[in-house]
Nanobody
Framework: QVQLAESGGRSVQAGGSVRLSCAAS????????MGWFRQAPGTERKFVAS????????VYADSVKGRFNISRENARNTVLLQMNNLEPEDTATYYC????????????????????WGQGIQVTVSS
């Protein structure tokens, strides 16, 4: 099992940037696929981005392509989500998630694949 803890959430104006961090701990922290999901009130949890253990293969939701970047620092067991040019529609609780295994560009987006979750952190974008 991997324990996950998010940080970096805050309020920002539209067009601004926020960087979220997810610290992973556990025996297989460097071997798991890591992802970010988000959920706004009254809506379902949605995929944002994911990154494979090597840090090279990344998958993004269409809504964030070109604005968000996911990366991992294996030496620190940390996954980062750099969010630029934020829009009010990006307002949500952001969750870090992980699972051990392989996923495709399609299946990586399925929240049911992920076995470990952080508590979530709020990002609010005002217009």
């Amino acid at each position: 099992q991997v324990q996950l803890a998010e940080s970096g959430g805050r309020s920002v104006q539209a067009g601004g940037s926020v960087r979220l961090s997810c610290a992973a701990s556990g025996r297989t922290a460097n071997l798991v696929n890591m992802g970010w999901f988000r959920q706004a009130p009254g809506t379902e949890r949605k995929f944002v981005a994911s990154v494979m253990p090597g840090g090279l293969r990344k998958v993004y939701a269409d809504s964030v392509k070109g604005r968000f970047n996911i990366s991992r620092e294996n030496a620190r067991n940390t996954v980062l989500l750099q969010m630029n040019n934020l829009e009010p529609e990006d307002t949500a609780t952001y969750y870090c998630a992980a699972f051990a295994g392989y996923c495709t560009a399609t299946s990586c987006k399925d929240w049911r694949l992920y076995t470990d979750w952080g508590q979530g952190i709020q990002v609010t974008v005002s217009s």
